[in-house]
């Protein structure tokens, strides 16, 4: 069952990069803006995690620096959103032929 909300150190283990990168980011990316608990932490929504992942399909997978990575997410963000997802996919379809490829 999916969480409604996941902590910062949840969503940096899911999407593989260190809590301070995530603080970091939410200092430059205003798409970026997870809710707070009255005692000051973060809470981040699924929405947010999808934020996240574009982020690093802008910085990681397109080797984009962080100021044409926002301009980017503000300009097209409807087409980075396919973009990531289509690229997540054609990841996961590479790790299942891989395992194929094991069995053979």
């Known amino acids: 069952m999916e969480k ?6 949840e969503v940096a283990a899911m999407i593989g990069v260190s809590e301070s990168t995530l603080r970091y980011w939410e200092t430059e990316f205003v798409q970026l803006r997870p809710s707070r608990t009255p005692g000051g932490r973060r809470r981040y929504t699924t929405e947010d995690i999808e934020k996240v992942k574009q982020i690093v399909y802008l910085l990681a997978d397109q080797k984009m620096h962080v100021d044409g990575a926002k301009h980017r997410l503000q300009s097209r963000p409807d087409e980075i959103a396919r973009k990531q997802q289509i690229a997540e996919s054609l990841k996961n379809i590479k790790q ?6 094991r069995f053979l």
Do not use: D
């Open 4 to 9: 409604l909300y996941y902590t910062i150190k």
């Open 96 to 101: 299942e032929l891989v395992e194929i490829k």
